[in-house]
């Protein structure tokens, strides 16, 4: 349909990493490309809800409305702060990199 925007949806865990194209009706929010996804279909485990939401990189609210070609990034909340990682690395005198994590 011509009056329709689309958008992707994206959810990514270290084992699988879904990237779901949607056509929505414009006026459309981050909320309903997430419910209209169904991304938890493929996540029974994930609790969506509580999640931080973002558009390209950029944290953003689920009433946002959405434009074309808008990917919504559902982020996982992170096992450990970066900052703390690389302070623990580098007191045993390891980088990120001769660590083998990403």
């Given at each position: 349909m011509?009056?329709?925007i689309k958008v992707e949806v994206?959810?990514?865990?270290?084992?699988h990493q879904p990237l779901i194209s949607l056509l929505l009706p414009p006026g459309s929010t981050v909320e309903d490309a997430i419910v209209q996804s169904r991304i938890s279909e493929l996540f029974p485990n994930e609790d969506f809800s509580g999640l931080e939401v973002g558009i390209w990189g950029r944290v953003v609210a689920r009433d946002r409305a959405l434009s074309a070609?808008?990917?919504i990034e559902i982020y996982r909340p992170l096992a450990m702060d970066p900052r703390?990682?690389?302070r623990r690395l580098a007191a045993a005198g390891q980088t990120m990199a001769s660590s083998g994590k990403p």
């Open positions: 011509a009056n329709e994206v959810f990514a865990t270290p084992e070609g808008d990917r703390e990682a690389r």
